[in-house]
């Protein structure tokens, strides 16, 4: 086999020996039903879908960003004790991530990706939580592969959106709300109170935000 060395940059990432990443840093998941587990967060750069209330903007022009090879992330990440890796962006599944997980794996690491959906999944991924977007359609594989169904509340009107949309789901995904964070004040209550009348969902804070960590 060709020593993947002898490639451009270019075509590295083409072939996913190494990505553009914004960050990557040890912490504990603040969203879903991972909540409060220690995960490495590696956060790649490059979005397409553009939403108005996105959290981390900063992620969106993947040229702003360092490319990493592979093995330099995968050292990081084994350097902390734990053992899941949450692979998020930007929008991740732009990304070719056969190599990455593949060395993940390796490393013992379960994969988790924050996704929505928007492009062909590669790789090996363990858990997906799939949060849909009005901005940009999921492809279908998404609603098969979804482990977690996540949906950012910005008005009261994304509820009945996230209804109709969940009936394309999997039987066992598991179906959460979350409130946009800056509408938290206001649409928290609705979504408390839609969780109780609908006890299929389930509510998902941004716990990192409230308690002050990345
Ligand atoms: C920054 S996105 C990156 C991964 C992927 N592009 C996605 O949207 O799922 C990670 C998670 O944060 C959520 N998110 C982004 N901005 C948010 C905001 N302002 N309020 C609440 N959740 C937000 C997304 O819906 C997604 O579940
Ligand atoms: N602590 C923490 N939990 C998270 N869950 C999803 C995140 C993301 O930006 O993908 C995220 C994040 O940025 N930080
Ligand atoms: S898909 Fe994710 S990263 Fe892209 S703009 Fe939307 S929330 Fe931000
Ligand atoms: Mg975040």
Redesign the pocket.
Known sequence: MVKHLEYSTKERVKLGYSLPVMEAFYTIQGEGSFSGHAAYFIRLAG?????V?????E??EQDKHPILDVEEIIQDAKAHPGRLAII????PLMHELGPLTKRLKEEGFQINI???G?HKFTGEIDYVCL?P?K??APVEEAFDKADEFKV?VFHKSDLQWAIDLSEKLNPNCKLYIQPEWSKRTTVTPLLVEFVKENPEWHLSLQTHKYIDIP
């Open positions: 979005c397409d879908v553009g939403c209330w996105c959290d981390v903007k992620s969106w998020t962006g930007g929008e924050e996704t929505s928007t949060s977007k901005f940009k950012v």
